[in-house]
């Protein structure tokens, strides 16, 4: 019996991706002696396509019943696209928030890695750029700011709009020890983010990283003011190895990280609940513009199912072969498109999934 795990190819270029991840997570499976049982979900525009509704019960029902979800992408381009002639809530994005609330996705992880071939696509100084990175950010994906109660008023003329930080220690908690226990997979070394010299949010979420730091003592914990990690992202990104923050600060923080990589294709994504399930995709869209003409980069969905092996699976050897694969190929000079330079070979979607299976 394999591991059963849910697949959402979604729209645009989701379906090429998909199918060269799964290309590569078979090839190690034959390798390292696991076996995964595919069920096709639908979702976005493919589910509004056949059923109306960018999600339903039954697709999230076989979401819950597997071990995790691989996902491409979903949507499709907002001006042409007859999808986006339908009410908000029937749209392809509908589809993604109502499975993470039915899933209970409470926390985002998304890896930035500087590829020593790619440097020259990392906008930051060469000084700073040969030291490499290697980052993982933890944000908090259902409370904070962007959930709290909001309103905007009007009194004498005077248009007022408030919206409500809040958490509660629970909350804080289970992130938190998502956080650490990521840590242990990795360098060991956590740096809480927070604005805890202005925010009682911010003070809360200190005290209780600081509780749960103490079931693991083999994890080094910092803390450091988002302002500071702002800067410190562009200065010195080789320090970070776990960056643990709530939503908006991760919000922000994440892309800023994902962008000194310089290079969209490369970036991976999971969201995880309380237990080992988690959903894993890339970090960009479905690319409609280039859908269809096998030049997508599959690399960050195939980093992502390198994920899922190592944090729903716990197959680690062969989520570290899938990972070596990946930088074996970029130095035997092979690249697609997005990330072509002189002197590269370019490789199609489909190619660039065989030459990362075969090095597996
Ligand atoms: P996008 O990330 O799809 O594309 C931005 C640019 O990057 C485009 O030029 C695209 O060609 C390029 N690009 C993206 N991925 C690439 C890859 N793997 N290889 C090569 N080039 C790549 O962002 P967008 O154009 O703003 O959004 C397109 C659609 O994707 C929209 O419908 C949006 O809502 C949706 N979207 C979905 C998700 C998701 O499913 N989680 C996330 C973001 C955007």
Known sequence: ???????????????????????????????????????????????????????????????????????GSIGGDAKTSPWYQLPAKLRPEAGLLKIRKALNLFANLRPAYLYEELRAACPLKEEISA????????????GGLYFGARSTTEKDGVRTAVDTLSYNENEIRRIAIKGFDIARKRRRKVCSVDKANVLDSSRLWRSVVEEVAK????????????????????????????????NMFGDILSDEASMVTGSIGMLSSASLNETKFGLYEPSHGSA?????????????????????????????????????????????????????????????????????????
């Not at 979900?41 to 059923?51: C, K, R, T, W």
């Not at 030291?131 to 259902?142: N, Q, S, V």
Request: hydrophobic residues 45%.
């Open 1 to 71: 019996m394999g591991h059963k795990i849910a697949v959402i190819s979604g729209d645009g270029i989701g379906p090429e991706i998909v199918a060269e991840a799964k290309k590569v997570l078979d090839t190690a499976g034959k390798k390292y002696g696991f076996e995964l049982d595919y069920t096709e979900v639908l979702m976005g525009g493919a589910s509004i396509d056949v059923h109306g509704v960018p999600l339903t019960e039954e697709a999230i029902e076989t979401a819950k019943s597997s071990e995790a979800v691989l996902m």
């Open 131 to 142: 030291a490499g990175f290697d980052m993982l950010i933890m944000r908090e994906l259902t």
């Open 215 to 246: 079931d693991y003592p083999d994890v080094t914990l910092e803390h450091m003011l988002v302002d500071n990690c702002a800067m410190q992202l562009v200065r010195d990104p080789a320090q970070f190895d776990v960056i643990l923050t709530e």
């Open 288 to 360: 409609p513009d280039i859908a269809g003409q096998n030049i997508a980069n599959p690399i960050a969905t195939i980093l992502s199912a390198a994920m899922m092996l190592r944090y729903s699976l716990d197959l680690d050897e062969a989520a570290d072969a899938i990972e070596g694969a990946v930088k074996q190929v970029l130095a035997d000079n092979y690249r697609t498109g997005d990330i072509w330079s002189e002197g590269c070979t370019k490789t199609g979607t489909r190619e660039m999934g065989d030459l990362i299976a075969q090095r597996v």
